[in-house]
């Protein structure tokens, strides 16, 4: 008979995937080794075993909890300015904002997303809702999501500046603005993650605020 779970396991889980991310960030995924994530949780290999069967396994459920909650974060914002009656603009905006407020207390995770999923396996899981669908597909997938809810969102607020042409660009401009802050914006420096999703947001306003100029 399996032995049922703690009430603290998921909670255990959370703070091992936390400890994982800081390793893979320090080390890279390939050089950390479980006796080292083991280490840096100041728990055994053994016991560590027992919330994870390996490396890859830490890896795929960080970085399903991370896209899922980055999934999450997109349909809080559109839900929330539905209530608050936020134009598409307004809307762009504050997803900006709940995106860089998400990545200030998730960085290493995201560094994981961006850096590691070529590491999770190709081979398809049927246990992932799918027989073609492998970890590796799946997260690449929530991505592909993520990308596409963003250039649905500046569509909706810049109808007179993306194109069908642009969008994809246009896109992965503000993407890259603030998809990889965690390699320089630090919680108590200059900028605060809050300051910095202003800039952002000015930046949009000034470039693809204005409609003057023909469209590309």
């Keep these: ?11 255990k889980r959370d703070a091992i995937l936390d400890i994982a991310a800081q390793c893979f960030a320090q080390r890279s995924y390939p050089a950390a ?19 994870y069967d390996s490396k890859e396994a830490i890896l795929f459920d960080l970085l399903d909890r ?12 559109e839900a929330a300015a539905q209530r608050k009656d936020l134009n598409d603009r307004a809307t762009l905006h504050e997803l900006v904002r709940a995106f860089l407020q998400e990545y ?11 850096n590691d999923t ?11 809702g799918g027989p073609s669908l492998s970890p590796r597909e799946l997260i690449l997938n929530r991505q592909r999501d993520i990308v596409a809810a963003m250039t649905r969102f500046m569509k909706r607020a810049y109808p007179e500046r993306l194109t069908p042409t642009n969008q994809t660009a246009l896109t992965m401009m503000l993407l ?7 390699t320089w914006l630090r919680p108590g420096g200059p900028i605060s993650y809050a300051a910095f999703a202003d800039e952002v947001i000015g930046m949009l306003e000034k470039g693809l605020g204005h409609s003057a100029g023909p469209k590309r």
């Design 33 to 51: 080794s479980m006796n080292e994530i083991a280490t840096a949780c100041g728990t055994s290999k053994a016991r560590l075993y027992h919330y």
């Design 176 to 182: 890259g603005m603030i998809n990889w802050t965690f």
């Design 118 to 128: 070529q590491f999770l396996s190709d081979t398809p899981d049927p246990a992932l």
């Design 66 to 77: 991370h896209t899922q909650r980055l999934l999450a974060v997109i349909a809080q914002t």
């Design 104 to 114: 200030e207390t998730s960085a290493t995770r995201h560094a994981a997303l961006l």
């Design 1 to 11: 008979m399996a032995r049922p779970k703690s009430a603290t396991h998921d909670i």
